[in-house]
């Protein structure tokens, strides 16, 4: 017999394998623990030990964790995880491990998940998404210049004629996308269908008057099947998209909603709602950075990843997520980066110069609240949206194009609401 115990998941002489799942966390340990204490009980639980020493016959599969890496400055800690640990395309499984009981272990008073490295033959088990940023140009043909979104306001509370009215002023302002918000799916004053219905045929008659390509993010979040059944009708309608809120409905859900679309040619929108819930506390909790890997790995084409500290959320580290969102990873498509919460058109050219055009930027009280209404302040974004990418000053720009835009730089100037 052999016993097995905390030490036996540290190890800080090791170099992590080529097939191994690397994390890096965060970690304060309890007042009573050591680092080399918290950091191998870290590596233990979450992969196969336990608080009581073992005695185990005969040989089993080595499924350890290694605590590998400590840094007392920082407080972070690596981790790496056999590759025969996990089962492949299950990102339930994966995130019951490295995200899962050590949450809430007695032996830390903090730990955060905040980054990945994800080896080839795991990355490479899920699909990755079918478009990715390619969207600007096989939906769109936007060119340079980043797509833009709008959410009908107030998000909920619109009659289905009312919002699809909203989707077509801002469709003839030059807005591409209409977008249903996180908690708008199928209530009895702006039922699923109908909305989906009436808003394609306002995009239609948009289409036909502006020459360019417009859709709809309509949202499909919804429990089990019904949501497979809401991605099958927005296909059976002929829209592009489909939105899905990824952290509240579950990356399992978010796996089948990615298989679904496939068979339809459909990308994907995730909604974050929920995702503060666990990345907004800076010392526990799962950093945004790992929730957009994971949603990049399960198949969605777009992922809101904050302003870049302009809009009206808490900061987050939005340029080096999209960085990561960009990068090559073992051949699976990148991951189209949407600008949100707060946004309005003096805010435009800022937020292009930190993160670049190769994004989306999505306004909903910057276009709605325009003073002359929802076309003028679609005018308007799109307007500051050709200036930033053209590199002309928005005043000059809207000086000489774009009477909408002056309007809404009088109103809102360059400030940042909160």
Known sequence: MAGITYEDFLDLEYEPAASDLVCTFYVDPASDMTWEAAASRVASESSNGTWAELQVDGS???????????????????????????????????????????????????????????????????????FGTSVRNEIFDAGDRPITATVPKPKVGLSTDQHAQVGYDAWTGGIDLLKDDENLTDQSFNPFEDRLTESLAQRDRAEDETGEKKSYLLNVTAPGT???????????????????????????????????????????????????????????????????????????????????????????????????????????????????????????????????????????????????????????????????TEGVPIDEYAAEHSPELEVALEKWGTETPR
């Open 60 to 130: 089993i599969t080595d499924l350890s964790a290694t605590a590998c890496g400590i840094d007392e400055d920082s407080g972070h800690v690596t981790v790496a995880y056999p590759d025969e640990l996990f089962e492949g395309g299950s990102m339930p499984q994966i995130l019951s491990c490295i995200a899962g009981n050590i949450m809430g272990m007695k032996a830390v008073d903090g730990i955060r998940l905040l980054d990945c490295e994800w080896p080839e033959k795991l990355a490479t088990s899920f699909p990755g998404p079918q």
């Open 226 to 388: 019904e949501m497979l059944d809401r991605v099958d009708m927005a296909a059976e309608h002929g829209c592009e998209y489909v939105m899905v809120d990824v952290v509240t409905c579950g990356w399992a859900a978010v796996q089948q909603v990615r298989e679904r679309c496939e068979d339809h040619g459909l990308a994907i929108h995730a909604h974050r709602a929920m995702h503060a819930a666990f990345d907004r506390v800076p010392t526990q909790g799962v950093s945004m950075r790992v929730i957009a890997q994971v949603a990049r790995l399960c198949g969605v084409d777009h992922i809101h990843t904050g302003t870049a500290d302009l809009g009206k959320l808490a900061n987050e580290d939005t340029v080096g997520i999209n960085d990561w969102l960009y990068s090559d990873l073992y051949g699976l498509h990148d991951v189209l980066p949407m600008a949100s919460g707060g946004l309005h058109p003096g805010l435009v050219p800022e937020l292009v110069e930190r993160t670049g055009t190769n994004i989306g930027i999505q306004a909903g009280g910057g276009i709605h609240g325009h003073p002359d209404g929802t076309h003028a302040g679609a005018k308007a974004l799109r307007a500051a949206v050709e200036a930033a």
